[in-house]
C-alpha cells in the first residue's frame, strides 16, 4: 500500500504515462497534446480555492497545508488535458485541419471569444455562493461545452464523446486509486459538504468533474486554434 504522503504525487504521476505513450504512437496529435497541456497546467495554481473546502490530500512537503498550492496539481492537470483534448481523435481516426478564412467571418463565430471565457465567467459568477467551490468549476466547464458547440456545431460529436471517453478514462484511474491506497477518499474527501453519494467508492463530484472537463477540453484546442476535424489520411 502506498503511503498517504505519496498518493496523490504517485497517481498524478500515473496520468503522465498514457499521455506520453499517445504522444509517442501518435506524432500526428503531438502539437493538440503539448499546446494543450502547457496552456491548461497553470489552472494548477488555482489549487487554494480547493484546499481544504473540497479536499485535503497530503502532498510533498506539505505545501498543500502550508501554502494551498502543491506540485501535484501542476502534473495531474499537465497530463489529464492532453490526454483529454485528443481521445476521440485518437480513437475515431481524425486530425485536424485550419477552418478556412471565409468560414471564421460566418455570423455564427461573432462571439467566438466570448464562448472560449465562458467558464471563467460563469465560475466568477458562481463561486461565492455559499457551496462547495466543486460545483462552480463543473457548472463552468458544463457551460464552457454548451458555448463550444453553440460556436461551434461540428465539433458537437468531439465534445459529448469526449466527454464519455474522458469520464470512462478517469473512471479507470480512480478505481486502481481506492484500490491502492483504502480509506484515502474518506480521509481525503470533505464529504461531509458534498452529496456524499459514492460510486463503487469514487466520489459523484469526481465523476461530474471527469465528465464536464472531458466535455470541454476535448474541444478546446479546435475551438481556440481555428481548427476542424478531418478523417486520417491513410
Known amino acids: 500500500m502506498i503511503p498517504f504522503q505519496y498518493v ?4 498524478a504521476s500515473l496520468f503522465l504515462i498514457p499521455w506520453v505513450a499517445l504522444f509517442i504512437v501518435f506524432p500526428a496529435h503531438r ?3 503539448w499546446h494543450v ?21 497530503p502532498t510533498l512537503f506539505d505545501l ?9 496539481s501542476l502534473i495531474f ?27 471564421k467571418r460566418a455570423p455564427l463565430h461573432r462571439h ?14 458562481l463561486y461565492f455562493l455559499p457551496w462547495n467551490p466543486i460545483y462552480p468549476s ?17 465539433l458537437k460529436t468531439k465534445t459529448w464523446i469526449g466527454g464519455l471517453l474522458f469520464l470512462a478514462y478517469y473512471f479507470v484511474f480512480f478505481i486502481a486509486l ?38 470541454y477540453w476535448s474541444g478546446v484546442y479546435e475551438h481556440l486554434m481555428w481548427r476542424r476535424l478531418t478523417p486520417t489520411q491513410h
Open 31 to 33: 502539437k493538440t497534446m
Open 112 to 125: 467566438h471569444y466570448k464562448a472560449l471565457i465562458s467558464p471563467v465567467i460563469v465560475f466568477l459568477a
Open 64 to 72: 498543500a497545508q502550508r501554502t494551498g498550492f502543491d506540485l501535484e
Open 138 to 154: 463543473i457548472a463552468a466547464m458544463a457551460a464552457g461545452a454548451i458555448a463550444t458547440m453553440a460556436c461551434r456545431p461540428d
Open 8 to 11: 496523490w504525487l504517485v497517481w
Open 77 to 103: 492537470v499537465f497530463g489529464i488535458s492532453g490526454v483529454g483534448s485528443v481521445l476521440y481523435s485518437i480513437l475515431a481516426h481524425r486530425n485536424d485541419i485550419a477552418v478556412p478564412e471565409p468560414e
Open 178 to 215: 481506492i484500490a491502492s491506497a483504502p480509506g484515502y477518499v474518506e480521509r481525503v474527501w470533505n464529504l461531509p459538504t458534498l452529496t456524499g453519494i459514492l460510486l463503487l467508492g469514487i466520489p459523484l463530484e469526481e465523476l461530474l468533474f471527469a465528465f464536464t472537463f472531458g466535455l
Open 37 to 57: 497541456s502547457l496552456v491548461t497546467t497553470p489552472f494548477g495554481l488555482t489549487e487554494p480555492l480547493f484546499v481544504p473546502e473540497y479536499w485535503n490530500p
